[in-house]
């Protein structure tokens, strides 16, 4: 009988799925459910060797900020001291390119995909994240035949953004990258993002690229002039949104809002969203038994405060983002006086699993559909403790407002400091005045 590898206590590690450069991925199941996923074990030496360890850092940091249902969830990330694990969504369909490598696809099919892969990069825009290597190859398709974005490890987030305001590194692959990105002068990686979309539905519509050559400085003439045909059974309304897409100066090219209201796009189309507000399904007795808010132990509190990808990013079950504070008020205090600020500003206030957070949701719909928060306080010092808000959907800059405008000035009165303000709690995470317990 063929011996069965077990990760962790946790994953029964099965058959080899592909491998690359530098990892492998495999086909696992979680022991406690039976579900099926993917697993991805990367070799640290080689990692370091290829000078890849922050793109690693990145990725896991990027797939954390993008929860959306057309993309790849990361469930969990774990490491030895010499291999990482990506636990990833198990997706069985396949890549979309193997259904495109048959042929062109039916008008309807073709706008489905189109309008999932629009859906889930307007979500990553939302939260500063550009993919930056969209291709088929890298659109899978579930068990439904809807589509799921993978592979985020040339991904950019705002802190790559250079003082002109844009990103210079230049990557992708060459058929789908935007001619900005190929001048080397510097380039929006949204708006490069969406050329490659528009590269995808030519392709998914014609089975084959708008943009080919045997000889890639001819190919790239062609990329740089926007300059290619249309098949004869193209619609009039898809040549007419893909003629906006592939349009070689950036700043003329289509924005995803627009892409949006476009009528061939809308046809049928739903948007979908990642996150809704729940109720609490404790009962009274086991949310008694908690009396106190999670500890907060210093290896979290340093990560969390401090700027950049350092290698703590690797051995989090989630990645912190948003705006934090210091309070010296009890957990109860503190989340009382979140509820009141909350139901002032209309916003449905949900219970989590834990008791020492909230989940909170805007009152009407926004531009990114409705702003959903997490508040969550956690305790460091028997009388300092740490809350954190956190966007889980919704637009950014709503969510900034909400944060700026509404939450800061409304919670004064319980705030010791908050994060970045004249006090730098990662400093002090090592000090004698802090006592950590471990998890």
């Known amino acids: 009988m063929e011996e069965k590898h077990v990760l962790f ?5 099965g058959k080899l799925l592909g491998k690359g450069t530098f990892a492998k991925v495999y086909h696992g199941k979680e022991l406690t459910t039976g579900e099926s996923v993917a697993i991805k074990v990367i070799s640290k030496d080689q990692v370091k060797k290829k000078g890849m360890m922050e793109q690693i850092q990145r990725e896991i940091s990027v797939m954390r900020l993008v929860r959306h249902p057309n993309i790849v969830e990361l469930k ?72 799921k974005i993978s592979d985020f490890g040339l991904s950019a987030l705002p802190e790559q953004i250079l003082n002109d305001g844009l990103l210079h590194t230049q990557c992708g692959t060459p058929a789908y990258v935007a001619p900005e ?12 993002d969406i050329w490659s979309c528009g ?17 890639l400085m001819k190919m790239y003439r062609k ?12 619609s009039t309304e898809s040549r007419r949104l893909i ?25 049928e189309f739903t948007r979908s969203l990642a996150f809704s507000v ?9 949310v008694a038994k908690r009396s106190s808010p999670k500890f907060f132990n210093a290896f979290k509190l340093i990560s969390s ?43 449905k206030v949900g219970k989590a699993r834990e008791e020492f957070k909230m989940r909170l949701q805007g009152p009407s719909e926004g531009r990114k559909g409705w702003l959903s928060v997490t508040a969550e306080v956690f305790e460091v010092a028997p009388e300092v403790a740490i809350v954190e808000f956190a966007k889980s959907t919704g637009d950014t800059l709503e969510y900034a407002k909400f944060c700026e405008e509404d939450v800061r000035p409304a919670l004064k009165d319980i705030v010791w400091t908050w994060q970045g303000d004249c006090f730098d709690m990662a400093s002090t995470a090592t000090g004698d005045n802090l006592t950590v317990r471990e998890d």
């Open 9 to 13: 206590g946790k994953y029964e590690i």
């Open 76 to 147: 969990e990330v774990m490491a030895t001291k010499t291999k990482i694990f990506f636990v990833m969504e198990y997706v069985r369909g396949g890549e979309l390119f193997a259904k495109v490598y048959k042929g062109k696809l039916k008008e309807n099919m073709a706008r489905k995909y189109f309008q999932q892969l629009i859906s889930a990069v307007d979500f990553c825009h939302s939260r500063g994240v550009s993919h930056r290597d969209l291709k088929p190859e890298n659109l899978l398709l579930d068990e439904n035949e809807d589509l």
């Open 181 to 192: 990105v190929l001048r080397k002068q510097g380039y929006d990686g949204s708006k490069a």
């Open 199 to 215: 590269v995808i539905l030519y392709v998914l519509l014609a089975g084959f690229l708008p943009f080919q050559d045997e000889n």
């Open 223 to 234: 990329v740089f002039k926007a300059e290619f045909e249309f098949p004869c059974w193209f």
């Open 243 to 267: 003629s906006k897409l592939l349009v070689s100066d950036p700043e003329e090219r289509i924005t995803i809002d627009a892409i949006m209201l476009d009528p061939w796009f809308r046809k």
């Open 278 to 286: 729940e109720e609490s399904t404790e009962d009274d007795e086991s």
């Open 305 to 347: 405060m401090s700027s950049g990808f350092d290698l703590s990013s690797l051995f989090e079950s989630k990645r912190r983002s948003g705006m934090m504070f210091t309070s010296r008020c009890s957990a109860g205090a503190i989340m009382s006086k979140i509820e009141a600020v909350a139901k002032g500003l209309n916003f």
